[in-house]
């Protein structure tokens, strides 16, 4: 039930948000590509906010050994990597259109590079097989190293080299209420559909728990 | 404690020299990325000082990835890791240990490559000599300690290489960034720039995932299969 009102309000907040970007919000200076941002943002902090889920999750499975923890530490990393990889396609897109380039060396673009990399290999290690519950501790040490890593990936690119405009993806001198509006609906939309999507995929991953548990029993039977 | 991780290095180390496979794989397979790498200097060209710090680097990187895979599965045989655990020994005593007996495998594999970037790479040291060393033992502390760490995710698995490489070379990016960038100033004639802000962030990584790993390791080193 909850996941469904979460995706009835993630559709109604998507389609507003769509309707905000073409029709609300100005056209910024650089043009109508600027409009890729609307979608870029926050794709990026929900992916950074799954990626925050998975270093909690992993934390309180340390703790408390209970396997929902590791399934939503699951499910976020998932998600994290595809919010992330949405994220770096649209960032792409954008750059190319907006500086010329495809990619270029900028602090935070290349912490998002990174830790889609560190979580793409973190989901690969989740996908090996090995028992349960050793699989689960591994994933939760390597859950919270990669988080503690962020900050110094970031400060590493910094260090290396920021001659690119940092100050274009903030846009905070030159953004216009209505730019503010259609970014905060963004935000507020992709969250429903982050937590829509959230939530089905730990009841997936509950079910196929359960089945497994079962298949198991029936063996030993 | 300090005298069980002596032990647990010194008993690594006999092994790995003796029989192991992993020093001479990390040694041979650097050497091979640094000559690999010298095929991209154009002829009568030069390799940037930047790009010879990567290529140390990164044969350094591949090194860790297999030294610390031959140091876990030591005890894959005959479950000696069960052994160690039930020993009185603490299974910090462990970590220490590998730790220490990967840096002194590390150290004598860069032992090769440094001169072989010399001779391939066509690169002189012109700063300062604490600097390189500083460099090599600070990022060298940063490698081992994750590489201490995250070898015991893979044990048991068959493509455990390939699978810690993949897990591990993202997150040394940070320590990777300072080496190769106070390699590039050692190896320039031109005037260096500012190293404290790279020596703070080695010394950063290092102790930030010092502590994760003493608090960690006892998780991923475990019985369990």
């Avoid at chain 1, 595809?82 to 900028?106: C, K, M, N």
């Avoid at chain 1, 501790?137 to 890593?149: E, K, R, T």
């Avoid at chain 2, 299974?91 to 590390?106: D, E, F, N, R, T």
């Avoid at chain 2, 994750?146 to 040394?172: D, K, N, Y």
Wanted: proline share 5%.
């Amino acid at each position: 039930m909850m996941v469904k009102i979460l995706a009835a309000a993630a559709a109604v907040a998507l389609l507003a948000h769509q309707y905000m970007i073409w029709f609300y919000a100005p056209v910024a200076q650089s043009g109508p590509v600027q409009k890729i941002f609307y979608m870029h943002l926050p794709c990026s902090w929900w992916a950074l906010a799954s990626f925050f889920v998975v270093f909690v999750s992993s934390l309180l499975y340390l703790f408390r050994r209970d396997p929902a923890y590791d399934r939503a530490a699951g499910a976020a990393a998932e998600l994290g990597v595809l919010f992330a990889t949405l994220s770096l396609i649209t960032g792409s897109v954008w750059a190319r259109a907006e500086w010329g380039h495809w990619w270029v060396w900028d602090p935070k673009l290349t912490t998002s590079l990174i830790m889609w990399y560190v979580y793409a290999g973190y989901l690969v290690l989740r996908s090996t097989p090995m028992g349960r519950e050793r699989k689960a501790l591994v994933c939760a040490v390597l859950g919270i190293v990669a988080f503690l890593d962020v900050p110094l990936v970031f400060f590493a690119a910094k260090l290396w080299g920021s001659a690119h405009p940092d100050g274009v993806a903030r846009e905070s001198s030159g953004m216009a209420p209505r730019m503010w509006h259609t970014i905060f609906t963004g935000l507020a939309a992709f969250g429903l559909v982050w937590g829509a999507m959230l939530l089905t995929r730990v009841r997936q991953l509950a079910t196929l728990a359960r089945l497994e548990a079962m298949l198991v029993w029936d063996e030993e039977a | 404690m300090l005298k069980r991780s002596a032990a647990m290095a010194a008993k690594d180390l006999r092994l790995s020299i003796s029989g192991g496979q992993g020093l001479v794989q990390a040694v041979l397979l650097g050497l091979l990325l640094i000559f690999l790498f010298s095929l991209s200097k154009p002829l009568g060209g030069v390799i940037t000082p930047q790009a010879a710090g990567a290529i140390f680097w990164l044969a350094s990187a591949f090194g860790l990835v297999l030294v610390f895979n031959d140091l876990f599965a030591i005890e894959e045989a005959n479950g000696a890791r069960v052994g160690i655990l039930s020993s009185p020994a603490p299974v910090h005593a462990v970590w220490v240990g590998k730790g220490l007996a990967g840096l002194c495998l590390l150290l004598v594999s860069q032992l090769v490559f440094l001169p072989a970037t010399a001779a391939f790479l066509g690169q002189n040291v012109y700063g300062p000599w604490w600097l390189l060393l500083a460099t090599l033992i600070g990022a060298d502390i940063g490698l081992v300690v994750i590489g201490a760490l995250l070898g015991a995710l893979s044990q048991g698995q068959a493509a455990r290489e390939s699978l810690l490489s993949v897990i591990v070379f993202p997150l040394l990016l940070p320590v990777l960034l300072a080496g190769i960038t106070l390699f590039a100033m050692c190896f320039s004639p031109e005037p260096m720039g500012e190293p404290d802000s790279w020596l703070g962030l080695i010394l950063a990584f290092d102790a930030l995932f010092a502590g994760a790993g003493l608090f960690l390791f006892p998780f991923v080193y475990s019985g369990e299969e």
